[in-house]
């Protein structure tokens, strides 16, 4: 009781007849973080699930970066980023960086990655993502 569901009618209302349906999902508790977004997606149709096949795909990617994967990018690992996505984010895909260089000086950097760099990643799934999206962002800054 008290949770949102997403439900599939089997009998539409009419004059004088309740709606009849069956639940296919639970989404969790009305007060759950994000339940909002998760709500208006369903409400407004905007593609959510992977089909079989990319998410197969997806799966047989490996755990560890390849070097090939490294051809033209700029490798951030060794880099100390830190999250600035909130706690109830579906991605963290957003960082900042600072660290002091000089006396008096800083370095700074934000970082956001954003679909059309992961679009490129793999076939199905590229194409299983909504086109919807800013490029990404790099800007690195120093202050006095």
Known sequence: MGQVVSVELIEYPDRYVQPVGRVVEVLGDIDDPGMEIEIAVRKYGVPHEFSHAAAKEATALPDEVRQADLDHRIDLRDVPLVTIDGEDAR????????????????????????????????????????????APRRCISRAA
């Open 91 to 134: 991605d963290f895909d957003d960082a900042v960086y600072c660290e002091p260089v000089k006396l008096g000086r800083t370095k700074a950097g934000a970082w956001s990655w954003r679909l059309p760099t992961c679009r490129t990643m793999c076939g199905r799934a590229r194409r299983s993502i909504p086109t919807r999206s800013i």
